[in-house]
């Protein structure tokens, strides 16, 4: 089997791969999170993937909200519009 | 019976109308029952306000209203559920269940018809409220999305089929108003030219009945009555033939398949 070194530093032999960039990558410059090793940079990655998921999923319940808030007001709309047009049809054919 | 050969040399962008035509001349049976139950509560809300308008008694116009608006989210369930029995007709796909879609669909129906009321005020102009309110119940009846994002998608479908979402719309407008011009043709016929001169009746008595604003609403009711009865139908067709260019199945073929 072909030996692996660090992307980071070609003299030192990996003694993994960061999950995320699939890079080998030594002991120092492996982050172990949630038991799995990460380098720089795919830690910088799932950082800002996790964001990008907290920010969809928090704007997922803001349009959620809207959607179910906007139903009394959507019915009473539907009922002012009823009202408004009868209203106009007799007043104008009276 | 559809005609395959003629459907297919017409402007694919009216097709759905036809296969709808197609789809209730021999499976009426299938959508008429669950349909009227829908409309029957808000006929009678109808009734009291034409009673209400021809009685002069104008103060229970907002009661009336108020029927109306709740017999109308009636009537979207109503419609839903007659959609989800077209749409197993057409697909022989079980679907997802109506009664786990229908808040969604009632709520995508109410936020519909404030952009097809409203809209002009709201910058959404009526076009997408129109085929927002035809296509929920199809699309989520199908699909497992969130309702936001299946009324996302009808919107954006709309924007990028306008040219077919426009011919749609005025092909049933100019149906609409066409039939409103029939009607007000027979109207004509019958008490200007039967009922005298055949039937020996002087028709002077109705002039009053004819030009009041309770029987212009009453025609205006039982025609919406047959147009949104024929767009419940024609948008479920509507939507199979949209997924049809994507899966490749064609709406004619099938509704000749399937005896229609």
Known sequence: MEKRYCVNHPDRPASGECVITKRPICPECSTKYEGVNYSKEGLEQLKRQRAAVASGGLRRKAVLAMAVGQAPVSLFLLYYFYLINFRWLTGLLK | ?260
């Open chain 2, 1 to 260: 019976m559809v005609n395959p050969r003629k459907t297919a040399s017409q402007p694919p962008a009216l097709r759905p109308l036809d296969a709808a035509v197609g789809f209730l001349r021999s499976h009426a049976d299938i959508a008429l029952p669950l349909y009227i139950v829908g409309v029957a509560p808000m006929s009678l809300a109808m009734l009291f306000i034409i009673d209400a308008v021809s009685a002069a008694r104008y103060s229970a116009l907002s009661e009336g209203a108020a029927m109306l608006a709740l017999a109308t989210v009636w009537k979207w369930i109503f419609s839903a559920a007659t959609q989800a029995r077209i749409q197993r007709k057409l697909t022989g796909a079980q679907g997802a269940p109506l009664r786990g879609r229908i808040v969604a669909i009632v709520c995508v129906k109410l936020a519909a018809s404030v952009i097809m009321l409203w809209g002009s005020f709201i910058v959404l102009p009526f076009i997408y409220g129109f085929f927002l309110s035809g296509l929920a119940a199809p699309i989520l009846l199908d699909r497992d999305g969130a309702a936001v994002d299946e009324a996302e998608w009808i919107l954006k479908w709309v924007s990028g089929a306008m040219n077919q979402a426009v011919k749609i719309l005025s092909a049933i407008f100019v149906l609409f108003f066409i039939a409103e011009l029939g009607f007000g043709l027979l109207q004509l016929v019958v008490t200007r030219l039967i009922m005298p001169s055949f039937l020996g009746m002087d028709p002077t008595e109705l002039s009053l009945t004819l030009t009041s604003a309770a029987w212009n609403m009453a025609i205006i009711y039982i025609l919406f009555l047959i147009f949104d009865f024929y767009w419940t139908v024609a948008s479920v067709m509507l939507y199979y033939e949209i997924q049809s260019r994507r899966v490749g199945v064609d709406i004619s073929a099938r509704l000749a398949a399937m005896g229609g």
